[in-house]
């Protein structure tokens, strides 16, 4: 697949650049927030190489598969994203549910944790089946850097939920991250919150 030339098919489909307000995406689709729908050429998406499905609802998501993140970045390369915004256009208002605008809110927070939570989950699998194996021991240096490796992910958790929390709300990642680092500190482990007897 030549991603250059499906990310330039997508974005002419899409209505152009100054059609778009917002893109990002995540695991296998390119997302899409568009000033007007009806500028969105549909056929044209489905019958460009690479694309596998179009879906439109609050926003336009073009399946892409693995090689989502190649031609995400060749879409950055071909646009400035935003300039919608700057021109005045904005995406329409759509009434949601309240249910709607959680879930919302939730996949766009922990969608993006996906490869780092199932990376760590197969490397603990990887490990345990080392072991059984006894191809390796819970002494052994490399089960130990690996097995660092796996917690950390975990360990760090409250971290990347505050990176891509700030993402989704579109604040400060830095005050994000200053803020819940508190939850990491050791003294915080230590304190009690009860008053003693």
Do not use: W
């Not at 499905?53 to 073009?62: A, D, T, Y």
């Not at 975990?154 to 830095?174: E, G, H, Q, R």
């Amino acid at each position: 697949m030549d991603y250059r030339e499906t990310a330039l098919q997508i974005l002419q489909g899409i209505g152009g650049e100054e059609n778009v307000v917002n893109l990002e995406h995540c695991s296998t689709r390119l997302r899409f927030t568009v000033a007007d729908k009806g500028r969105v050429d549909v056929e044209a998406l489905q019958k460009t190489k690479g694309v596998l499905q179009v879906i439109i609802n609050s926003q336009v998501q073009v399946v892409i598969g693995n090689a989502v993140i190649e031609v995400y970045d060749e879409l950055l390369k071909a646009g400035s994203f935003g300039k919608g915004k700057e021109n005045g256009a904005v995406a329409p208002e759509e009434k949601k549910s309240l249910g709607n605008l959680v879930l919302e809110y939730l996949v766009g927070i922990f969608q993006p944790l996906i490869p780092a939570i199932a990376g760590a989950g197969i490397l603990k699998s990887i490990l345990i089946l080392l072991l059984t194996l006894g191809l390796l021991t819970k002494d052994h240096d490399i089960y130990k850097i690996f097995i660092s490796i796996s917690n950390a992910t975990f360990y760090f958790m409250p971290m990347m939920v505050a990176i891509t929390t700030a993402a989704k709300l579109n604040t400060n990642k830095l005050v994000a991250l200053a803020a819940v680092g508190v939850l990491l500190l050791p003294d915080m482990g230590k304190m009690t919150l009860l008053p003693s007897t």
